[in-house]
T-cell receptor, first 113, second 113 residues
Framework: QKEVEQDPGPLSVPEGAIVSLNCTYS??????FMWYRQYSRKGPELLMY????GNKEDGRFTAQVDKSSKYISLFIRDSQPSDSATYLC?????????????FGKGTKLTVNP | ETGVTQSPTHLIKTRGQQVTLRCSSQ?????VSWYQQALGQGPQFIFQ???????GRGNFPPRFSGLQFPNYSSELNVNALELDDSALYLC????????????FGPGTRLTVT
């Protein structure tokens, strides 16, 4: 079983839709949870960063972490064509100071005008 | 823009050759991590450097090695290239041990023929 599972999609939605992206994980030691956005042929860009369980909101984006279920989500409201990208979840555990990120495979999202 | 740059953008090498990839981190960031991202996959952690010392390594063989320099630049060296080494190589810089936000460069796309 992979440490982090993410449905690769692809996911196609109309402009203005609410998008829900999800990841599950198996290691209860993960404490920090991130969402990255990666445009084609570019490096990942940090979108949201959450510590432990709870919600965090930033504009049209909301990140949720449920540690009891080992499940994290990213919601995008009023989706725009510019949101079309691959979304990667990532998480870390405290490993003696080595903060390696463990990534999901990424979900490719297309928002159609 | 993250302030993290990488060179070259693209590279084509032959199996068995050696390659050096370069990264320039954000000023003030003490950690640099390198990731390998195969097509359709999430990034995989190769290793991290903190203040010029290796500070954690993923499941990669010793022919993957690195260096970090005092001027916030770093290198990833890969010896005896194999076809499976074809991937996007990403470097990410962070504020230091204990900080979990990492900022990625645009990557170097390596093709091994």
């Amino acid at each position: 079983q992979k440490e982090v599972e993410q449905d690769p999609g692809p996911l196609s939605v109309p402009e203005g839709a609410i998008v829900s992206l999800n990841c599950t994980y198996s290691n209860s030691a993960f404490q920090y949870f991130m969402w990255y956005r990666q445009y084609s042929r570019k490096g990942p860009e940090l979108l949201m960063y959450t510590y432990s369980s709870g919600n965090k909101e930033d504009g049209r984006f909301t990140a949720q972490v449920d540690k009891s279920s080992k499940y994290i989500s990213l919601f995008i409201r009023d989706s725009q064509p510019s949101d079309s990208a691959t979304y990667l979840c990532a998480m870390t555990r405290d490993q003696g100071g080595s903060e390696k990120l463990v990534f999901g495979k990424g979900t490719k999202l297309t928002v159609n005008p | 823009e993250t302030g993290v740059t990488q060179s070259p953008t693209h590279l084509i090498k032959t199996r068995g050759q050696q390659v050096t990839l370069r990264c320039s981190s954000q000023s003030g960031h003490n950690t640099v991590s390198w990731y390998q991202q195969a097509l359709g996959q999430g990034p995989q952690f190769i290793f991290q450097y903190y203040r010029e010392e290796e500070n954690g390594r993923g499941n990669f063989p010793p022919r993957f090695s690195g260096l970090q320099f005092p001027n916030y630049s770093s290198e990833l060296n890969v010896n005896a290239l194999e076809l499976d080494d074809s991937a996007l190589y990403l470097c990410a810089s962070g504020g230091g041990v204990g900080t979990y936000e990492q900022y990625f460069g645009p990557g170097t796309r390596l093709t091994v023929t």
